[in-house]
Nanobody
Framework: QVQLVESGGGLVQPGGSLRLSCAAS????????MGWYRQPPGKQRELVAS???????NYADPVKGRFTISRDNAKNTMYLQMNSLKPEDTAVYYC???????????WGQGTPVTVSS
């Protein structure tokens, strides 16, 4: 069982930056895909960015060039650096881990991000 804990959300003005963190409760030694999803108010959850254990990254079109996903294996932590934030980035951001061998998803509890002046 892996637990994921997000942190780093908050209120930021348009054009500002935030860095979200997702800490896993244990190291992950098998093939995986980790990602950030978000759920804007009244809308469905959507993929923001993902990365695989092989190092491949993927970004949703609305965040390309503004957001960067990364990981620190030594700290069992994944990050999402968000720059040039826009009001439409307002959402609850969730961390996700998919383990290929188990075909199983794990989710964090979510961290809210509000972009407003």
């Amino acid at each position: 069982q892996v637990q994921l804990v997000e942190s780093g959300g908050g209120l930021v003005q348009p054009g500002g930056s935030l860095r979200l963190s997702c800490a896993a409760s244990s190291s992950i030694r098998s093939s995986y895909r980790m990602g950030w999803y978000r759920q804007p108010p009244g809308k469905q959850r959507e993929l923001v960015a993902s990365l695989t254990s092989g190092g491949a990254t993927n970004y949703a079109d609305p965040v390309k060039g503004r957001f960067t996903i990364s990981r620190d294996n030594a700290k069992n932590t994944m990050y999402l650096q968000m720059n040039s934030l826009k009001p439409e980035d307002t959402a609850v951001y969730y961390c996700n881990l998919y383990l290929y061998y188990a075909a199983r998803d794990y989710w964090g509890q979510g961290t809210p991000v509000t972009v407003s002046s």
